[in-house]
């Protein structure tokens, strides 16, 4: 575990070692308040918890492209500049090479995520909404945000590239978080699945309504569990 | 002791390197020397444990190196071609990141990068951005992070390519200093660079392990029993009748002439060196200096990556 956390804190400090990452988050955070003004704080009235509620919706979206982002470059840009040999050296298993890696990214995940706190704390202020439905729709979108960085970095464990482990990562969210159109068009058992399936609206979106859903926690964990395995396999298969 | 058994590799269809076999000794410096695409940085891969071989074995003191041990990869150090380097960090960050990865930590890290400093000569680049070095200072710090952890071997996949003269000369010193602690293993397609550096050379051709040895016995492999460097006092025209065209003599031809004297290379026919300086006696001429040909490195080399088949060497 002490690898990969050292992997973790050196790719989380890379990450603001250069103008890059301060430029991603200023961006990504500067659309979404731009977002959160335009759509979740218009004009007529609304109930508070629907306000927080619409800010939980467009913040899932926000997480999501984020991660994809954020992600990318995990191993596509040790590959291309050759430093991944130094982890392939390294007296490390591959598990903790990618668990230090996935932490790296869920980490940045983090950080925008307690950024876009002002937000929820605005309503809050302004008007009436309960701690536990902002904690309840943060949990859920760390949840979201971690299967997301999970995915992204089995797609940038598979090339050398950034921007193609980028639209890997993407083609199978936008997958996933289609899932339950798909469902709806399928027959049985396949659409039980199919929506089971489902990113966002199966799993999402009770967080977003400021309930827990045990089973959603189970779908994240297993989710960031699979994709982590198949980026385990993708990397000892290089050796290969 | 670095035992290697039948070492075979494949790309898909191509074959990168065909059944190699060899043993490296503790603290020696062997050199893999070949034309770009023999081999060189697969076999090295492979000895850092980056790639599995199709087929074969590496036994590191007796210890198979994809036996799945972490403690293996402890004893390697690695430089790829081109150095790797989180070109971001600082020189001293850089280096204590990879020392704690690798298990190091506390005082004796400190100690042991203020130590790799100074033996690769970058000790005044410790604070310094990655990104701003030169890219001597770039492979110095490369091959500092390859040893900082103490390995037994060192692989250093053509460390002084891209280098300047200046550089060069520094990068030598360096390598030859890490014979105190380690086995190293060097590759480079620049003959002059691995036979003032190594003990020991492996030439490797097409993937196939083409002939090793020291500089000395690879020249004395190439040595022709039937080939000899004479000195005589003779004309060109008196070379002609008498040498030239003589039943004991296969070829022959003038290098040089020094005044009344020529410097030639005479190929005879089978070892009949007796039979030829009675030749020469017989004839009259003036035997200045008779000796066997011995063949320069760079001919050894040239002759062994050639395409053309080398009949000297058969």
Same mark, same amino acid.
């Given at each position: ?122 309503? !809050? ?74 990113? !966002? ?40 | ?50 790639? &599995? ?170 040595? &022709? ?90």
């Amino acid at each position: 575990m002490k690898a990969a956390l050292l992997i973790a804190r050196r790719d989380f400090q890379a990450y603001f070692n250069t103008a890059w990452g301060y430029v991603v988050i200023a961006v990504l955070l500067l659309i979404h308040g731009l977002l959160f003004n335009a759509l979740a704080m218009e004009s007529k009235a609304k109930y508070s918890a629907d306000v927080l509620e619409e800010f939980f919706y467009l913040s899932s979206g926000f997480t999501m492209i984020a991660a994809i982002i954020l992600t990318m470059r995990l191993f596509a840009e040790e590959r291309s500049s050759g430093t991944m040999v130094l982890l392939d050296t390294a007296p490390v298993h591959t598990v903790q090479v990618v668990l230090g890696k996935f932490l790296a990214g869920l980490s940045i995940i983090l950080v925008l995520l307690a950024l876009s706190t002002y937000m929820p704390a605005l309503i !809050f202020v302004n008007g009436k909404v309960s701690l536990g439905h902002i904690f309840s729709g943060y949990l859920g979108l760390a949840l979201l945000g971690a299967s997301v960085v999970a995915i992204g970095t089995w797609g940038s464990s598979l090339t050398r590239i950034q921007f193609v482990g980028g639209a890997i990562a993407g083609v199978v969210t936008a997958v996933l978080v289609l899932a339950w159109a798909l469902g709806k068009v399928s027959d049985p058992p396949l659409d039980q699945l199919t929506s089971y399936m489902s990113l !966002f609206d199966k799993h999402f979106q009770p967080f977003m309504q400021g309930r827990v859903n045990t089973q959603s926690i189970v779908f994240y964990l297993s989710l960031c569990f699979a994709f982590l395995l198949l980026a385990v396999r993708s990397l000892r298969g290089r050796r290969w | 002791m670095i035992e290697v058994s039948g070492l075979t590799r494949y790309y898909g269809e191509t074959k990168a390197i065909e059944d190699l076999s060899f043993n490296i000794g503790a603290n020696e410096i062997v050199g893999f020397l070949g034309l770009n695409g023999a081999g060189k940085t697969t076999t090295l891969k492979i000895l850092a444990g980056l790639l &599995h071989p199709t087929s074969g074995s590496v036994r590191i003191e007796g210890e198979d190196l994809f036996g799945g041990s972490l403690d293996t990869r402890r004893n390697v150090g690695f430089l790829p071609e081109v150095a790797p380097l989180y070109t971001e960090m600082r020189v001293r960050d850089y280096l204590r990141f990879l020392g704690e990865l690798r298990g190091m930590g506390g005082a004796s890290l400190d100690s042991a990068i203020s130590e790799v400093a100074e033996r690769t000569h970058c000790d005044e680049a410790l604070d310094v951005v990655i990104e701003t070095l030169s890219y001597g200072y770039r492979k110095r710090v490369g091959i500092a992070q390859a040893i900082l952890h103490k390995p037994r071997w060192v692989i250093l996949d053509e460390p002084i390519g891209g280098l300047d003269p200046v550089q060069i000369v520094g990068m030598r010193k360096v390598i030859a200093n890490l014979r105190d602690t380690c086995t190293v293993l060097v590759s480079s397609h620049i003959l002059s660079e691995v036979s003032q550096t190594c003990d020991r050379l492996l030439i490797l051709k097409q993937g196939r392990l083409v002939a090793e040895g020291s500089e000395q016995q690879l020249s004395h492999m190439a040595q &022709h029993a039937s080939s000899l460097r004479v000195q005589l006092r003779m004309t060109a025209a008196e070379f002609e009748s008498v040498v030239v065209g003589h039943a004991l003599v296969k070829d022959a031809s003038i290098l040089r002439t020094e005044g009344e004297l020529l410097v030639a290379r005479v190929d005879l026919t089978g070892d009949h060196r007796e039979a030829f300086v009675a030749v020469l006696v017989q004839a009259s001429v003036g035997v200045r200096r008779i000796e066997d040909a011995e063949s320069e490195l760079e001919d050894i080399f040239l002759e062994l990556t050639s395409n053309q088949p080398s009949q000297k060497l058969r």
